[in-house]
Each structure stands twice: as structure tokens, then as C-alpha cells.
């Protein structure tokens, strides 16, 4: 493992810092293939039950590395197919995992990271965070699966505002549009997020799981199609060893004790 992601795992919590400071936390080939292999072993590991991800440095992510781009020359098309196959698939995993993703944003979050916090379960921002799309302000589209969930978070109107305009939300503003989850003072950010991922780790992860799933083919089906996705997963879930608890907890008045399984 390089040292342009740093990865921890504690207390049942998995943290991923984008560490690259000096690049503005940028993305370059090797970065998505790192990520896309912590996105698996977070989705494999039963241990983790809630990751959290940040930007070392006064960037969350500047996005995509332009500079690699450039360097490719005629062989830019080729890259960037290369990095969205790592990208995506990290996106997919993060989305599929049971874990939550909390995305806590201590700076800009553009381009691929402008993606990467909207695809996450939980934004948490620092109140001098800001978000852009980018893209197209180098004539390039938007990727990360920012097509998908933001005009789901947002409506279409203001997603076509951002990704065509590149206007650039402040935390507050990205709060009203509904992008993101809370604001808190810069100091406080980190703190915030490792105690929302503390509790999401004691909670019934597989439950998560189901909801997180449930969430994204919501727009997909028909309502009879998604009524019965919600009736075989509370039955499943009434048969897992956190169901069983969390029912007998409440039946009898005490805090239930989670295991994840």
C-alpha cells in the first residue's frame, strides 16, 4: 500500500484519508486502483462496520489529476477508461457495502471528489467546504456516478445547474440543496464524523445493507416491484441475529446490543 491513501481501521470503524496534499488530494491512475481495492476489502471485511473518508490537507479532493491526462497525450481516451474501470468499481462497492460511507468534507470537493462525497451515505462538511462539479469547465463530463445520485439528491433542474454552470456550492448552500447531511465548525468536523461512525458501527449493519440497496433501485422499478423488495427484506432481516435482538430489546425495554450479523 502507497502512502497516497492512508487506511486505519479501529473500534470496528474503517478510515480512509486522501493524502495527497500537495496534488490537492488529486486522483491520478494508481489512486482509483488503491481505492478500488480499500472499497473491496471494506465490503469484505465483516469487522468494518462504518467508514469514514477525508482529505489530508486543506483539500477533501480536487478531482481527477489533469496533469496525467495531459502527459498521456493522443492516449488520454485510453486512461481515462482505465481509471473510471478502478473508480467505478470502487464507487459500486462503497454503494453495495453494508458498512455506511460517511464522507466528512474539510475542504473543496470537486470533479471526482465533488462524485465521491455525493455517492456517500452521510455527508458531514466543515463549514469552509465547498462543492463543484468541474467537469466541464475542461470540457470533459462528469464521472464517479455524480450522474446518478445528484439529480437524485437534488432534482434535475439544479443538477443541470451545477454540472453545466460549475457554480460552487458553499456547506451551507449544499445543505439547503439537500447534497449533503450537516455542517459543523471546521474543528469540530472530524469529531462529528467519528462519533456518527462510532454509533453507525454499533448499529445492525446488515439492516443498513438492506436500506442502502432498497434506496438505490428506488427509482427503478414500479411500486408493487419495490413493496416486495421491502417485504422479503424485513422478513430477512427478522431472521438475523441483530433482528432477534433488536426485537427482544424493544419488547423488553433495554438498549438492544448489535453485532453486525
Avoid at 500537495?22 to 488503491?34: I, Q
Avoid at 437534488?154 to 443541470?160: S, T, V
Wanted: proline share 3%.
Amino acid at each position: 500500500m502507497s502512502e497516497m491513501i492512508l487506511f486505519d481501521v479501529d473500534a470496528n470503524v474503517a478510515t480512509i484519508t486522501f493524502n495527497r496534499p500537495d496534488a490537492a488530494n488529486a486522483m491520478d491512475r494508481d489512486f482509483m486502483y488503491e481505492l478500488m481495492h480499500l472499497a473491496i476489502r471494506c465490503d469484505e471485511d465483516p469487522d468494518i462496520r462504518a467508514v469514514v473518508a477525508t482529505g489530508a490537507g486543506r483539500f477533501f479532493c480536487a478531482g481527477g489529476d489533469l496533469g496525467s491526462f495531459a502527459d498521456a497525450g493522443d492516449g488520454a481516451g485510453g486512461l481515462l477508461k482505465e481509471m473510471t474501470t478502478y473508480y467505478h468499481a470502487a464507487i459500486s462497492r462503497f454503494a453495495r457495502m453494508d458498512a455506511p460511507l460517511i464522507s466528512a468534507v474539510n475542504g473543496a470537493a470537486a470533479g471526482a471528489g465533488f462524485s465521491f462525497a455525493a455517492a456517500s451515505d452521510l455527508v458531514i462538511a466543515a463549514e469552509s467546504a465547498t462543492f463543484t462539479s468541474a467537469y466541464t469547465a475542461a470540457a470533459l463530463t462528469p464521472d464517479g456516478s455524480s450522474t446518478y445520485f445528484v439529480p437524485r439528491l437534488i432534482g434535475m433542474r439544479r443538477a443541470m445547474e451545477l454540472m453545466v454552470t460549475n457554480r460552487r456550492l458553499s456547506a451551507a448552500e449544499a445543505l439547503e440543496w439537500g447534497l449533503i447531511t450537516q455542517v459543523v465548525p471546521d474543528d469540530e468536523l472530524l469529531a462529528t464524523a467519528s462519533a456518527t461512525a462510532a454509533r453507525l458501527a454499533a448499529g445492525p449493519t446488515l439492516a443498513f445493507g438492506r436500506v442502502k440497496a432498497m434506496l438505490n433501485e428506488t427509482f427503478a422499478g414500479t411500486l408493487e416491484t419495490q413493496m416486495e423488495l421491502e417485504a422479503r427484506n424485513i422478513a430477512a432481516m427478522s431472521g438475523t441475529a441483530d433482528g432477534k435482538e433488536g426485537i427482544d430489546a424493544f419488547l423488553n425495554k433495554r438498549r438492544p446490543g448489535f453485532t453486525g450479523r
